[in-house]
C-alpha cells in the first residue's frame, strides 16, 4: 500500500526552526515529485514547497523563499523541509504530497497521493 507520512511537527518560537520529514512506504520517490503543503484553520491548501526526485530541482512558495528547504534523502526515502526563522503566519498542518505527473507541482489537484498532515504551532 502506498503511504506518506508526516513527522516533526510541533510548537516552536516565532524567530525558530523546525525540519519536517516525509517518509514513503510502499514505493520508491524515483519518478516522483514531492510537494510540501500547508492549511490554516479557515484557509485554503496552499503549496509551501516542491522537489523533483530525479532532477533535485526545487521550487518554493515566495512566502518562504530564502526561510524553509526542501531536500530529499536518497537512501532514507524521505523528503524534509527545514523550516528556519519561523513566523506566527507559518501555522498550519503541514502535508507532504507526491506525484508522478509533470503538471504543476504548485497546484494540489495535480498530487496522487497524501500524508494526513502534521501540526506546527508558532506561538510565544
Known amino acids: 500500500q502506498l503511504q506518506l507520512v508526516e513527522s516533526g511537527g510541533g510548537l516552536v518560537q516565532p524567530g525558530g526552526s523546525l525540519r519536517l520529514s516525509c517518509a514513503a512506504s510502499?514505493?520508491?520517490?524515483?519518478?516522483?515529485?514531492i510537494g510540501w503543503f500547508r492549511q490554516a484553520p479557515g484557509k485554503e491548501r496552499e503549496f509551501v514547497a516542491a522537489?523533483?526526485?530525479?532532477?533535485?530541482?526545487?521550487t518554493y512558495a515566495d512566502s518562504v523563499k530564502g526561510r524553509f528547504t526542501i531536500s530529499k534523502d536518497n537512501a532514507k526515502n524521505t523528503v524534509d523541509l527545514q523550516m528556519n526563522n519561523l513566523k506566527p503566519e507559518d501555522t498550519a498542518v503541514y502535508y507532504c504530497?507526491?506525484?508522478?505527473?509533470?503538471?504543476?507541482?504548485?497546484?494540489?489537484?495535480?498530487?496522487?497521493?497524501w500524508g494526513q498532515g502534521t501540526q506546527v504551532t508558532v506561538s510565544s
Open positions: 522537489i523533483r526526485w530525479n532532477s533535485g530541482r526545487t
Open positions: 510502499g514505493f520508491t520517490l524515483d519518478n516522483y515529485a
Open positions: 504530497a507526491a506525484t508522478s505527473g509533470l503538471l504543476n507541482l504548485r497546484i494540489p489537484g495535480a498530487y496522487d497521493y
